[in-house]
């Protein structure tokens, strides 16, 4: 069995393990979050197609502006931004991709924001 020297390893053993029971379909496409250590990425992808239906980042010129950082308030502003995003392309019901990531702090805080925006999972 392998076992993971890093955090980042971890993750991505979490994130592997995950993405065998997710997948997103033209229904319920997957809602993925991914932290880097300054910025935060969330989109909603139906993985039919392997395409992205909505996408949000805080490398974006109108969030840049904010000068953003990876904490919980800004993921919940982003979790709002990709729930209206999505549902001007009439997407209501998604499945949650945490990307490994422990389901606590930031994510909590974008998963929280993204059900609020009416994202439903």
């Given at each position: 069995?392998?076992?993971?020297?890093?955090?980042?390893?971890?993750?991505?053993?979490?994130?592997?393990?995950?993405?065998?029971?997710?997948?997103?379909?033209?229904?319920?496409?997957?809602?993925?979050?991914?932290?880097?250590?300054?910025?935060?990425?969330?989109?909603?992808?139906d993985?039919?197609?392997?395409?992205?239906?909505?996408?949000?980042?805080?490398?974006?010129?109108?969030?840049?502006?904010q000068?953003?950082?990876?904490?919980?308030?800004?993921?919940?502003?982003?979790?709002?931004?990709?729930?209206?995003?999505?549902?001007?392309?009439?997407?209501?019901?998604?499945?949650?991709?945490?990307?490994?990531?422990?389901?606590?702090?930031?994510?909590?805080?974008?998963?929280?924001?993204?059900?609020?925006?009416?994202?439903?999972?």
């Open positions: 069995m392998a076992t993971a020297t890093n955090r980042r390893d971890q993750i991505q053993m979490r994130h592997a393990r995950l993405r065998k029971k997710v997948s997103g379909t033209p229904e319920r496409p997957r809602l993925a979050v991914h932290f880097s250590g300054k910025n935060i990425y969330a989109q909603v992808i993985d039919t197609e392997g395409k992205t239906i909505a996408a949000v980042n805080t490398t974006e010129a109108g969030l840049k502006s000068k953003p950082r990876a904490n919980a308030a800004t993921a919940a502003t982003v979790g709002k931004l990709v729930a209206e995003r999505a549902m001007a392309k009439n997407v209501t019901k998604v499945v949650f991709d945490r990307g490994g990531y422990i389901y606590h702090g930031k994510v909590k805080a974008l998963a929280d924001a993204a059900r609020e925006g009416g994202l439903q999972f």
